[in-house]
């Protein structure tokens, strides 16, 4: 399997442009997770995903912020209108099963650099 | 509520010194606590793991040990190499309102120099 693979891996954009992020998990894996990693603030959970269905919004920025997952094999992150503060790295991971004591463990992509001028 | 802290970084080190990344964390219940590494442009990957009081978690030279009394997962390893500079992330899982959360320290930054 090729991993957790995310597209683009670079972004730059302008204010006010939509931003459209993708992923696609790991084969067979039932979760998928967004994450944001800025220096302020570290790495931030903005919602995951189990067979398709949103479990948990809670970490979703604001209305501006939206996430789908048509099919188990494709998700995506949209950011419509961007602004400067969201520039960061985005990265979606994926998991058998949520990521806990048993053999199985959350695999993240390389991730997508997006930069807001 | 449920986080992690982790030691500010970054750590600097020369090759073959004791490494010691401090983490502790608040949450309700008995997480699951866990060890991520992230190297330079690259995703984050578990390097060790541990599920309940007392266990250690160890994986390529590292080591954590799960301490409920001081709410503590230290992670140590003997001797780092060049090659361990990267960003490690301390993390646990618990249960919130009926969902389970991964929830991630802010990193902390290790740097090894020959």
Redesign the interface.
Known sequence: DAGVIQSPRHEVTEMGQEVTLRCKPISGHDYLFWYRQTMMRGLELLIYFNNNVPIDDSGMPEDRFSAKMPNASFSTLKIQPSEPRDSAVYFCASSTVFPDSGANVLTFGAGSRLTVL | GNSVTQMEGPVTLSEEAFLTINCTYTATGYP?L?W?VQYP??????LL?A?KADDKGSNKGFEATYRKETTSFHLEKGSVQVSDSAVY?CAL?ASSGG?????????TRLAVHP
């Open positions: 699951s866990f991520y442009g690259e995703g984050l990957q578990l793991k599920t992330f899982k969902y389970n959360k991964l929830i991630f320290g802010a990193g």
